[in-house]
Every structure is written in C-alpha cells, then in structure tokens.
C-alpha cells in the first residue's frame, strides 16, 4: 500500500490522547492488524452492535468526545510528523491519519448529508469513553454512545506477534475501516436491529459484524480513486499482496479461529460474535469485489457462509 507523496494529510480526524501526545513514528511495515485475546468477547456497544448506544453510558458522557479524568488531546506531535503523503509511507501513524482521511471522504461520497464524520481517538493503555472505560486489551472499537472510534496503535503489532498474521500498512487500514463501518450503521440505524449481548452463529451481532468487514471491502474497491481535498486520490495504490494480507488478517480473527488457537481449542459456534474466519474473509471479498455497499445486507440473507 502506498499513498500519494506530494498528498496532504489533515490531522484534525483525530484526537491523540496518548500520554506525550504519541507520536511514535513507527516504519512502515512495524504494524499489522491484531485482535488481544479476548476482542471477540468485548462487549457488543463497544463494536457498534449495541441497540442505543448505551443511554445510560451517554448521559455519563455526555457531549461528543467527552475526556475521561486527566486525559487531553494533543495533536500538535502529530501535525508536524504528519503533513504529506510522504509520511504516511513512513510512518504507522501518519498512515492510520491518511486512512481515516481517506475513509471519511469516501463515505462522505456514498452517503452524502447523512455522513458525520467523526474522529478516531489514539489512545495508550487506557481511555474512558461514554459507554465506558477500556484498556488497550479491548482492541479497536467503536463507541456510538459518543461516535467515537478508538484504537492503541501497540494493537498492530499484537496481531503480528499473538495471532501470527502478516500485517502491513494495508491489514491496518482495514482494521480502521471496519470500525468507520460500525459508524456508517449507526448512523444509519443499522445496529439497532440487533439485541445488544446476542450471540450465535446467525445473530444479529454476527451480521453486525460481517457487514463492517463488508463495508471495509467496498471502500478498498474505491480507495484509489476517492479524492481529497485537492481532487486527486490519497491512496494511490493498493496491491493483490496488500489483500492478501488482509485476508490473512480476517483469517486470524474469526471466532473459530480464536477459540480454537487461542482458547480452550473447543470451538462453540452459540458464543460467535463476529463470524467465523471463512466468513469474515467471504463478506471483506464481497465488499472489495462488488464495490456496492448494497451488497453487503448481511441482514437479507438466510447463507452468511
């Protein structure tokens, strides 16, 4: 994967809450996709499957992006590390900056007023959201009680060391586009379809779950030619390894996968949250082969794979 050198990143998609203000520049190909242990166990509203975002969690917290005690955002690190595309082919961190940029411009396009964009949060150990606190063991999750997506960037090497995916700048943008995914649901209202806590192989959370790795797919299809602010694309290329790798990625965080390598080896399809690895890797392909985020009603079908 590879982005625009002379293309300018715009920083302000993200609030950096790590403590310093991060900034840890990382090379490319340090990072990869990763799911800690207990991921697929996170509850359901931290992956934007909960049925109102949690009211009660979001009458704690308030206004959008509401800071937990002690906690502030400071991007003024990563406004000077990140300024073209130049760094994001540098750096893990202003990759992540690119993709969000990326991303949001592409659902901007596909869904028009009915897109709010809405910020990713670096967060570093841990961080206190409106449906709750959370550590870097959480993983990657989205929060609709505030509308927040929020990662600890040491998520990418988890991945690569735990779960023995390939990883790579791409498996990481994939990650970041799952979760933007659980935001374009819940502002469609698509997660409130599902009972937040349901489990099982043809659950609304597993469909929940499936059509974010869908919608990840429809915008790789497009990532090449979504403009930025200066009309040219961010991304200017993505590469049959580059989906492999996210294949592989998705192969590594399914529910069997993860109960059988890293559980108890038994594999119980009744406490599925995601999918299976066959799924996840079936509905990112139907997005990235489509293109069309109608394909991806994983809600209309009775053959989730």
């Known amino acids: 994967m590879r982005y625009r050198e002379s293309g300018r990143l715009d920083t302000s998609g993200v609030q950096d809450r790590r403590r310093g203000g991060g900034g840890r520049g990382l090379a490319v190909g ?165 009972t937040p806590g349901e489990t099982g192989p043809d659950s609304g959370t597993v469909r929940l779950e499936l059509q974010a790795d869908c919608f990840a797919g429809t915008w790789a299809n497009h990532a090449e030619t979504v403009p930025d602010e200066s009309g040219e694309p961010l991304i200017a290329e993505i590469t049959a390894d580059d989906i492999d790798r996210a294949l592989d990625a998705a192969g590594r965080i399914g529910d069997d996968f993860i109960q059988r390598e890293l559980g108890g080896g038994t594999v119980d399809q009744d406490a599925f949250t995601h999918g299976s690895s066959e799924q996840r890797q079936l509905w990112f392909t139907t997005g990235y082969e489509t293109g069309d985020v109608q394909a991806c009603d994983t809600f209309a079908t009775d053959d989730l794979g």
């Open 30 to 194: 340090g990072g990869g996709l990763g799911l800690v242990g207990v991921l697929v166990l996170v509850l359901v509203q931290f992956l934007g499957g909960g049925g109102d975002g949690g009211g009660a969690a979001s009458a704690l917290g308030g206004q959008l992006g509401s800071l937990g005690e002690g906690q502030t955002a400071d991007n003024s690190q990563l406004e000077q590390q990140c300024r073209t595309g130049a760094d994001a082919n540098d750096s893990v961190d202003c990759a992540i900056v690119a993709d969000i940029e990326s991303l949001q411009d592409y659902w901007a396009g596909v869904l028009g007023d009915r897109y709010v964009p809405t910020d990713t949060v670096f967060f570093s150990g841990s961080v206190q959201t409106s449906c709750g606190g959370a550590t870097s063991g959480s993983g990657p999750f989205y929060c609709p009680a505030d509308q927040l997506v929020y990662i600890d960037l040491t998520f990418f090497e988890t991945l690569q060391e735990q779960f023995g995916a390939e990883g790579g700048l791409f498996v990481n943008a994939y990650v970041l586009a799952h979760e933007y995914g659980h935001h374009v649901q819940n502002l469609l209202g698509i997660n409130r379809q599902v």
